[in-house]
């Protein structure tokens, strides 16, 4: 690993302690039901803080109640449907970037308004222009790639 890259990596580790600290997360170590410092919905907000790797996590840990209890599994479920969208004016830029080839030369209708929203990616309902055919079109969030890579290293 490069200087830089071991730089930004500590950098981040300190800033994923900050937000763990921040949302009392070592309380989660302790099960100390008495403690008021500690709000289930906390581990959602520290993982929708640190962003897509973690939302990603929690959305797989919220599958688990096994290993995390039902009441966190519960509250982690909020993380599928509580994404923030990205504008469609970067959804665009990434869709043609791709096709390399105006959207309009490949959709004869192209919804802007997305389907639904992940921590990773979109989807939008268009419809060729070739064959009329109607489809989903999942995209994935610009710059993702950078922000994920990062956090799988730590």
Excluded: W
């Amino acid at each position: 690993m490069a200087r830089e890259e071991k730089k930004a990596a500590r950098k981040r580790f300190d800033e994923i302690i900050g937000v763990a600290k921040r949302h009392h997360l070592a309380k989660l170590l302790t099960k100390n039901e008495d403690d008021e410092d500690f709000e289930v919905s906390d581990l959602r907000y520290a993982m929708e803080e640190l962003g897509p790797a973690f939302i990603k996590l929690g959305q797989l840990l919220a599958t688990r109640p096994d290993m995390v209890g039902n009441e966190i599994a519960d509250d982690l479920k909020l993380l599928r449907d509580n994404t923030p969208v990205t504008p469609f004016d970067e959804i665009r830029d990434v869709i043609e970037g791709e096709l390399a080839q105006p959207l309009e030369d490949v959709y004869c209708e192209f919804n802007e308004e997305p389907l639904g929203s992940a921590s990773i990616g979109q989807v939008y309902r268009a419809r060729l222009k070739e064959n009329g055919m109607e489809v989903a079109v999942k995209v994935q969030k610009p710059g993702i790639y950078d922000v994920i890579v990062p956090d799988v290293k730590i």
